[in-house]
Nanobody, 122 residues
Framework: VQLQASGGGLVQAGGSLRLSCAAS????????VGWFRQAPGKEREFVAL????????YYADSVKGRFTISRDNAKNTVSLQMNSLKPEDTAVYYC????????????????WGQGTQVTVSS
């Protein structure tokens, strides 16, 4: 599975962005997909994930109520709608995929996209 993240950019605090993760390869619909982010000088952290069916979603406490993850298996895409953005959301955002059960642990993800920069100005 190959992943490509897009949709990042510069936005003012309170604004919105929609990130997309496009996948190529077989059986993408059987993968859990997660979004992670990494700010300068910090470790890569979990943001949100969605199960293979889309029936289960989980969010980091820091983004709960502001971000929404969704997927369209027919189009091999996963999206992350980010609303009410804050300067602390500034980071490179990565999408990742894994087989098997859902997990918040980045080390369990097998495939990673290249990342897209999100910058939120105050």
């Amino acid at each position: 599975v190959q992943l490509q993240a897009s949709g990042g950019g510069l936005v003012q605090a309170g604004g919105s962005l929609r990130l997309s993760c496009a996948a190529s390869g077989r059986a993408f619909s059987s993968y859990t997909v997660g979004w992670f982010r990494q700010a300068p000088g910090k470790e890569r952290e979990f943001v949100a994930l969605i199960s293979w069916s889309g029936g289960s979603t989980y969010y980091a406490d820091s983004v709960k109520g502001r971000f929404t993850i969704s997927r369209d298996n027919a189009k091999n895409t996963v999206s992350l709608q980010m609303n009410s953005l804050k300067p602390e959301d500034t980071a490179v955002y990565y999408c990742a995929a894994k087989r098997g059960s859902i997990s918040w642990d980045r080390d369990e993800y097998d495939y990673w996209g290249q990342g897209t920069q999100v910058t939120v100005s105050s």
